[in-house]
Each structure stands twice: as C-alpha cells, then as structure tokens.
Antibody, heavy 120, light 107 residues
C-alpha cells in the first residue's frame, strides 16, 4: 500500500523558515517524480513544486520560486520542502503527492497533509 | 500559465441522478486532464486521467470525456459517498494548474 506521511508543519512568524518532510512507502520511491501541492484554508489546490526521480530537474510555481526548495533523499525514501521568507499567504495545508506520468503529469497518491500557519 | 475554469461552482443532486461537471482550459491541453475528488478533511484522490481513463479502484459510474479545451466529468448515478469537491487539473505544461473546484452535495 502506498503511503505518504508529511511532517514538519506548524505556526511560524512572517519572514521565518520551515522544512517539511514526506516519508514514502509502498512503492519504489527512487523511480518516481514527486510534488508538493498546497491548499489555503477553504481554497483550491495550488501545485508548487516538482522534482524528478533522480533530482536532475526541479520546477516551481512563480509564487514560491526563489523562496522554496524541493529536494529528496532516495536512500531515506524522503521528500523535502525547505521554505524561507515565509509570508501570510503561504498559510495552507501542504500535501506531498506522487507523480503519475504518461505524456502528462498527474498525482496518483497524496499524503494526509501538514498545516503551515504563518502569522505574527 | 494555463487557466482552468470549472463550472458550476456548486450543485446539488438527488440520489441516482446523473451529474456533469465542466472544465475549460485556456488553451488546447491535448487531453492532458485529470479529475480529483476531495472529501471534507481528506486529501484529494485521483479519479480520471488522460481525460477519460479511470484510475484503478474508482467506480465505473465516474467517466470523463472531452478534447482540446473542453472537458467534463460525469457521475452516472449519484451516491451519498460522491459528496465532495471535484477539481480538474491540466498536466501538459508547468506550472501545473487546477480548476477552482465544484462542490457537489446531495439534494
């Protein structure tokens, strides 16, 4: 059974940093691209970052480019999201999601999410 | 960026009723479209990918269709467990983008 378990969220002040983790199990982690997707309270879904299976390529939404960094450790089956210069608009539930690739990119498994609240 | 416009924003349906949700892309996405269902307090689940392919384990009452810029999700016989919010997503270009969601309730 595929499982994705996020951790590392919490309440932080504007301008601070936070690092999220997502531990994967039930599939060969090193074979798949992975994503972070967020959802502000009562809002829709926003894809924010993708990393290739071998970390060779990374892509970001403009809203987080230059502030957030996606990374992975295939030896630990773990995906990371390092978030710097946090703003109130970064307040959201953050999901890690396994990539499903045909000629297009979809998300076939999602974690339960971890809440990040940016507030003074 | 490719904009995804969903309609309606909300709807209510009776048990057994057929429900259709629409999604329009701002440019041709060549059937690179997925649909997700999100139940309250839960993470989204993939229902349909490639515009019309049913994800493993998803009931056959769900179906997807469309091409170019116009896509739809159909639930052929509404069940209580189908209540939730439905999102479309384009998988063609970065940034990957979602529709704003359709909230589906039982009437």
């Amino acid at each position: 059974e595929v499982q994705l378990v996020e951790s590392g969220g919490g309440l932080v002040q504007p301008g601070s940093s936070l690092k999220l983790s997502c531990v994967a199990s039930g599939f060969t982690f090193s074979n798949y691209g992975m994503n972070w997707i967020r959802q502000a309270p009562k809002k829709g879904l926003e894809w924010i970052a993708l990393i290739y299976y071998d970390s060779s390529n990374k892509y970001y939404a403009d809203s987080v480019k230059g502030r957030f960094t996606i990374s992975r450790d295939n030896s630990k089956n773990t995906l990371y999201l390092e978030m710097n210069s946090l703003r109130s608009e970064d307040t959201a539930m953050y999901y890690c999601a396994k990539g499903y690739y045909s000629s297009y990119i979809y998300f076939d498994y999602w974690g339960q999410g971890v809440m990040v609240t940016v507030s003074s | 960026d490719i904009q995804m416009t969903q309609s309606p924003a909300s709807l209510s349906a009776s048990l057994g009723e057929t429900v259709t949700i629409q999604c329009q892309a701002s440019e041709d996405i060549y059937s690179g479209l997925a649909w997700y269902q999100q139940k309250p307090g839960k993470s989204p689940q993939l229902l349909i990918y490639g515009a019309s392919s049913l994800q493993d384990g998803v009931p056959s009452r769900f179906s997807g269709s469309g091409s170019g810029t116009q896509y739809s999700l159909k639930i052929s016989s509404m069940q209580t467990e189908d209540e939730g919010v439905y999102f479309c997503q384009q998988g063609l270009k970065y940034p990957l983008t979602f529709g704003s969601g359709t909230k589906l309730e039982i009437k």
